[in-house]
């Protein structure tokens, strides 16, 4: 196979833009999982609640999916924090170790993929938007907006909500709770209520990340289950709890899958994948830009 | 008074039998299966329940099989083969069931296949690509028109469409998902290429769940194919051929073994971006007075299909899920039994009379004469299913019997 520049280029743009695409629905277990611990293995169901919610207002109203998705990110801030008050109560409060939760959380992604069945049937489902079929054209080098838009709005949720834990007064509770939580509590701030909040977070931002979802393509109630390996990986590469490590091991995997895909086939993608995940693991257990 | 005895004993014994016998006739014939009710080919599997309810209805209506009630018993083996063992292994034991019948596709029905050949049942299967290539079990049966080397006819109609182009073809890119379907798909592609002398330029398979299709897309356009022939299933088949028209693929035919676009679900969804492509089908309306009783089945379906959800066109696997059956029926009338190397032996040796057509069955149990249709798209505008129910959008290029007009090419040229 030819290193040819064009391909190379396009190789580059395309592992950016799938690696925006897969930062924002790993930067939700970012917080569940690397800052909260709390090993919520449902997050790409709520991944699919929110394609199906982008699916049905675009399908009766012609809404755009993503402007839809973050105008009803409080519907599931919502569910997410009633999820976590069912999960406090049974495990946390309880001194449970993680793992516990493990079950609870099997049991919410097959609870919510079967009611997706229920309701919306088992057919594929994908919505269209005014920049599906457009491609901007830089030279030889391909922009779909099919994916270019999801990544711009994930940049921008990522940087968000770097910012907000590094410079609000909440943000940097949440921070807080993942360190020292009996210092936090000493400082007059719940850590339940932080983690509540911070779960919820969470959850919000797989809604938006499934409106990415059901715009780059098709979706059915199960396919939230391929995204688990996934998710996990981005965030354990890039370090635990470190939403710039959840962006740049969302591109490090992205880029990496691009690649392989174009020069050597992409049947190995998922292993080079993987195996610069264990790779960047040997030389820096902690993640690439974890403590 | 010993006579006495003897003559209420042998009564009380007849009349028991004729009990026994009347409870027997009264149980249901059970006619037991996996079938995908959810998981990725959900909307097939749902489509082909249906479908099979119709002939269970239909048959119950006028009076049942041999005297009993037809029941269908089923378990969601959820598109996923490591369940088929365990639900037909409980079809068979605790069910039990009179007859079995296969789920949709290859990855399902293959792992129940070492069962059937233990339990030495007739197998009428749906829609599996050359699965008793490797097990030569002389009772199983595929509705499937595939033809009797199914991994080679299923993509012989394409290539063969390709070769009348002028001038001739020289080289192929040949590209699937990394699945039972698509494997089998490409080494009869191979076989084909092999067959017609064409030099592969390209020939890599991808992982199911591929996100983002265009790095491949763009690896095949770097070697310049002049075919390209992709096997895939719905989600990769709307994937690849999103990538395809974003990536502006130059090639003179593309197409081949796409799974999905002939449901409505994708026809709708995909629209516009599906002219150009040849591919196959198994039915559609531009054909439909080749198949003088199919629309009667296809009007009771559609109303049903609407109702619950499911695929509404039912032009791909609904009339052969009800043919399959069709098949079952016929051959348990016949020979008035339900013992399955008499069944067996009337359907290797007879022709059927279904909604799709005679059906002759081969030594392997495939069809004896190859029917499955490679057609293209054109001329589709707007993402409204109305369009599909009419003739106008498919032109059937394969087989001569059943064509209805010439390939269009280049592909690039001819997505309008």
Redesign the interface.
Same mark, same amino acid.
Do not use: C, H
């Given at each position: 196979?030819?290193f040819?520049t064009a391909?190379v280029l396009? =190789?580059i743009v =395309?592992g950016v833009?799938?690696g925006g695409?897969y930062a924002a629905v790993s930067v939700g277990i970012s917080i569940s999982f690397g800052m909260l611990d709390v090993v919520n293995i449902a997050h790409p169901a709520f991944i699919i609640v929110g394609s199906y919610i982008a699916y049905i207002v675009n399908d009766r109203f012609g809404f755009d999916p993503i402007a839809v998705s973050i105008v009803l990110s409080p519907l599931l801030f919502a569910l997410g924090l009633l999820i976590y008050r069912v999960y406090y109560v049974c495990f946390e409060r309880r001194g449970l170790e993680s793992l516990r939760g493990l079950a609870f959380f099997f049991g919410i992604l097959f609870i919510t993929?079967?009611a997706l069945?229920l309701i919306?049937?088992? %057919?594929?489902?994908?919505v269209?938007t005014r920049y599906s079929?457009v491609?901007l054209r830089l030279g030889a080098v %391909?922009f @779909?907006l099919?994916?270019v838009v999801p990544f711009a709005v994930s940049l921008a949720m990522v940087i968000g909500l770097q910012i907000f834990l590094a410079r609000t007064f909440f943000g940097r509770a949440v921070l807080a709770v993942a360190q020292d939580q009996l210092a936090l509590r000493l400082m007059g701030i719940n850590p339940v209520r932080v983690k509540e909040f911070a779960f919820a977070l969470s959850i919000a931002t797989a809604g938006v990340a499934g409106a990415f979802l059901i715009v780059?393509? @098709?979706v059915? @109630? =199960?396919?939230g289950r391929?995204y688990i390996g996934l998710v996990f990986a981005v965030c354990v590469l890039g370090g635990m709890g470190s939403i710039w490590g959840t962006l740049l091991g969302a591109f490090v995997l992205g880029l990496a899958?691009?690649?392989t895909?174009?020069?050597f086939?992409?049947?190995w =993608? @998922?292993a080079v994948s993987f195996g610069t995940l264990l790779a960047a693991l040997a030389f820096r257990p902690s993640g690439l830009l974890g403590r | 008074m010993s006579r006495l005895k003897s003559w209420l004993a042998n009564g009380l014994i007849a009349l028991v039998i004729a009990l026994a016998g009347s409870a027997q006739a009264q149980q249901p014939l059970k006619i037991g299966f996996g079938m995908s009710?959810?998981?990725?080919l959900?909307?097939n599997?749902?489509a082909a329940l249906i479908s099979m309810q119709i002939w269970a209805e239909d048959v119950n209506a006028k009076g049942g099989l041999l005297g009993r009630k037809v029941e269908l018993v089923y378990y969601d083996d #959820?598109?996923n083969p490591s369940t088929v063992p365990s639900i037909y292994n409980k079809l068979l034991d605790v069910d039990k069931v009179d007859l079995v019948v296969s789920g949709y596709g290859t990855n399902v029905i293959a792992p129940a296949m070492p069962i059937m050949m233990q339990r030495n049942m007739v197998f009428m299967s749906l829609f599996g690509l050359n699965v008793n290539s490797k097990f030569s079990y002389d009772r199983y049966f595929q509705i499937m028109p595939a033809g009797p080397e199914p991994a080679i006819d299923w993509s012989r109609g394409f290539f063969d469409v390709g070769m009348s182009l002028s001038p001739k073809p020289q080289t192929v890119a040949l590209v699937g998902a990394?699945a039972e379907y698509p494997a089998l798909a490409l080494d009869g592609a191979r076989a084909n290429v092999k067959r017609l002398g064409l030099k592969v330029v390209y020939d890599?398979?991808?992982?199911p769940?591929? &996100?983002?299709f265009?790095?491949?897309v763009?690896?095949i356009q770097?070697t310049n194919p002049d075919i390209v022939f992709l096997a895939s299933y719905?989600?990769d088949s709307?994937?690849m051929v999103?990538a395809v028209?974003?990536?502006?693929l130059k090639t003179r035919i593309f197409g081949g073994g796409l799974v999905g676009p002939q449901?409505a679900?994708?026809r709708t #969804?995909l629209g516009p971006?599906l002219n150009g492509i040849v591919n196959y089908e198994s039915y559609t309306p531009e054909v439909a007075s080749k198949y003088p009783f199919l629309d009667q089945f296809l009007a009771k379906y559609q109303g049903r299909a609407i109702k619950?959800? &499911?695929?509404p066109l039912g032009f791909y696997l609904p009339p052969y899920a009800y043919a399959m059956m069709q098949v079952l029926e016929q051959a348990i009338r016949a020979t008035g039994t339900l013992d399955q190397t008499q069944l067996a032996e009337y359907m290797h040796k007879y022709e059927f009379d279904t909604f799709v057509g005679k059906v002759r069955f081969a030594k392997n149990g495939e069809w004896s004469v190859p029917r499955m249709l490679t057609v293209q798209y054109h001329g589709v505008a707007g993402?409204d299913l109305e369009q599909w129910m009419r003739p106008g959008h498919v032109t059937v290029l394969y087989p001569a019997a059943y064509k209805t007009g010439d390939v269009k090419t280049p592909y690039q040229d001819n997505k309008k």
């Open positions: 196979m030819e040819s391909l396009n =190789a =395309a833009l799938l695409f993929e079967v069945v919306f049937g088992v %057919d594929y489902r994908l269209e079929s491609t %391909d @779909p099919r994916l780059i393509q @098709p059915q @109630p =199960a396919i391929e899958e691009s690649f895909s174009t020069f086939g992409p049947s =993608a @998922p | 009710l959810t998981g990725p959900a909307g599997g749902k #959820q598109t990394d890599k398979s991808y992982p769940n591929t &996100v983002d265009s790095p491949i763009r690896a770097a719905p989600p709307a994937g999103r028209n974003e990536v502006g449901f679900s994708l #969804q971006l619950e959800g &499911v695929d993402n």
